[in-house]
């Protein structure tokens, strides 16, 4: 008996956008709780969470890693610097695309949401690509004299050193307690719940995609011309050749307490979102039942 090829998995628009949209809130939240974390000094070393690596990296996981990848870093630029009055202009291009660059590649490495090995690498893939190309940027500029040395109190001044202490928290911290454990959590037990809750198939996990099939020399090319671009932004940022900033004076009236005004924007757009998938489950289901009678 012959059967059927599998077929990858696929999302319709409409649910690329959900995706996108849910990625976007989900994040934008998590921004403002990350904000709100305190930073530990141990002598020279500072001790400190990045950001909530796993949230978006789950989603990239479980449904389309574009799109989720893609959603996260505006839920980033919207709710936890545009409506927090801190958007840095052309500057900030650069951290959007290593961030969406490192979600895409790690929801890539991923072809069975149950496999505990692929999601231990992705969480520390996520990590390590957004925190490697951060680093690399910033030993430019001081190199390239872009930007001046800022020596840590402890410290030996010298830039490789700073990032290399810097890498290594980040990884240490955000990689292991607010990326991998998390996802090792959360996605087998997410895996074929979440999804028909959205009105989306799971992903099969039986379909076999080669580690050559994913990571392409198209994909490679197009990640180095994105990363190309984040820099000569960032170098021109820091050139005093910037547009776009946005910091309203308006913001320090309300002070830290304006972040909860972002929270709330984010969580309404999120609760639509869900009213909107439901919504839309349930009308699928009721033309499938249609059907049958």
């Known amino acids: 008996m012959v059967t059927a090829p599998k077929r990858r998995y696929e999302l ?66 919207i709710f936890g610097e545009l409506l927090l009055g801190q958007f840095g202009g052309l500057g900030e291009l650069e951290k959007f695309i290593e961030f969406t660059i490192a979600m895409y590649i790690a929801g890539l490495l991923v072809s069975d949401p149950r496999n505990r090995k692929q999601l231990a690498l992705a969480s520390f893939v996520a990590v390590g690509i ?35 202490v810097g890498f290594l928290n980040a990884m ?3 990689g292991i307690f607010f990326s991998l454990l998390p996802t090792l959590f959360l996605v087998p037990r997410l895996y074929g719940k979440i999804e028909p809750l959205l009105g989306i198939k799971p992903r099969d996990s039986r379909v076999s995609i080669s580690f050559g099939q994913l990571i392409t020399p198209r994909l490679l090319i197009t990640a180095i011309i994105f990363v190309f671009i984040g820099i000569v932004a960032e170098f021109l940022s820091e050139s005093d050749i910037n547009f776009a900033v946005w910091e309203p004076e308006f913001i320090e009236q309300y002070g830290s307490g304006f972040i909860w005004i972002s929270a709330a924007a984010a969580a309404l757009v999120l609760i639509l979102t869900l009213i909107a998938a ?16």
């Open 130 to 164: 957004d925190q490697m190309l951060g680093a690399i940027v910033d030993i430019s500029k001081v190199w390239f004299g872009i930007e001046e040395l800022e020596a840590v109190p402890g410290i030996p001044e010298s830039i490789l050193l700073i990032e290399g």
């Open 172 to 174: 240490l911290i955000t």
């Open 12 to 77: 319709t628009q409409s649910q690329k956008l959900m995706v996108f949209i849910l990625s976007m809130s989900l994040y934008g939240i998590s921004n403002m709780f990350s904000e709100l974390i305190p930073e530990l000094k141990l002598g020279p070393i500072e001790l400190k969470v990045e950001y909530f690596a796993f949230i978006p990296l789950t989603l990239c996981i479980l449904f389309n890693p574009l799109y989720a990848a893609l959603g996260a870093s505006f839920g980033e630029v």
């Open 278 to 293: 439901f919504r839309a489950k349930s009308k699928s289901a009721r033309k499938t039942e249609d059907v049958k009678l």
